[in-house]
T-cell receptor, first 112, second 112 residues
Framework: GNSVTQMEGPVTLSEEAFLTINCTYT??????LFWYVQYPGEGLQLLLK?????DKGSNKGFEATYRKETTSFHLEKGSVQVSDSAVYFC???????????FGTGTSLTVIP | EADIYQTPRYLVIGTGKKITLECSQT?????MYWYQQDPGMELHLIHY???????EKGDLSSESTVSRIRTEHFPLTLESARPSHTSQYLC???????????FGPGTRLTVL
């Protein structure tokens, strides 16, 4: 079956530090992969996505590469800001785009 | 920017009350979803719909019910609220043949 395994949190970083949040997946076929971000008191917002192997999704300085050989989709940012403090979810959708599978979320706190 | 709305944003009610959480989207999406988000942040799919008059139960057993009479509207009803229903409820939608879900801001429900 399909599933997503995400790095446990919480993660605390100083401003301008490098961020990596690990995500691996199990899926049949070729799913699409996503990172969503949830700010306090809000719903999830799409951060970036990749739809096929070796695709790199990027947005707001964040990026992630769809690695089929390692079944991974790690989120990275070179220099985090206080405003990046949020919960990050890795997700995949099945080939038909009907069902979505979310990781457990990783809380990130960036301190000045 | 996704146009998906949830009301109310916050609700505190007593045990045994009947409540309806509203979700509407103006994007014409056929697919809609309800998730329950526990305090540990994990998302659990409780209901989904692929179109008008179509509703299905999700992975997490829930005492709630849903209806889909209009494309844009997907309300969730609890006939008799209990403290165990205290949670954040997130509504999402996506278009047919696309693989991206868009989320509403959520309803935070507290049952006393």
């Amino acid at each position: 079956g399909n599933s997503v395994t995400q790095m446990e949190g919480p993660v605390t970083l100083s401003e301008e530090a490098f961020l990596t949040i690990n995500c691996t997946y199990t899926a049949t076929g070729y799913p699409s992969l996503f990172w969503y971000v949830q700010y306090p008191g809000e719903g999830l917002q799409l951060l970036l996505k990749a739809t096929k192997a070796d695709d790199k999704g990027s947005n707001k300085g964040f990026e992630a590469t769809y690695r089929k050989e390692t079944t991974s989709f790690h989120l990275e940012k070179g220099s985090v800001q206080v405003s990046d403090s949020a919960v990050y979810f890795c997700a995949l959708s099945d080939v038909g785009g009907n069902q979505f599978y979310f990781g457990t979320g990783t809380s990130l706190t960036v301190i000045p | 920017e996704a146009d998906i709305y949830q009301t109310p944003r916050y609700l505190v009610i007593g045990t045994g009350k009947k409540i309806t959480l509203e979700c509407s989207q103006t994007m014409g999406h056929d697919k809609m979803y309800w998730y329950q988000q526990d305090p540990g942040m994990e998302l659990h799919l409780i209901h989904y719909s692929y179109g008008v008059n179509s509703t299905e139960k999700g992975d997490l057993s829930s005492e709630s019910t849903v209806s889909r009479i209009r494309t844009e509207h997907f309300p969730l009803t609890l006939e008799s609220a209990r403290p165990s229903h205290t949670s954040q409820y997130l509504c999402a939608s996506s278009a047919v043949n696309t693989d991206t879900q868009y989320f509403g801001p959520g309803t935070r429900l507290t049952v006393l």
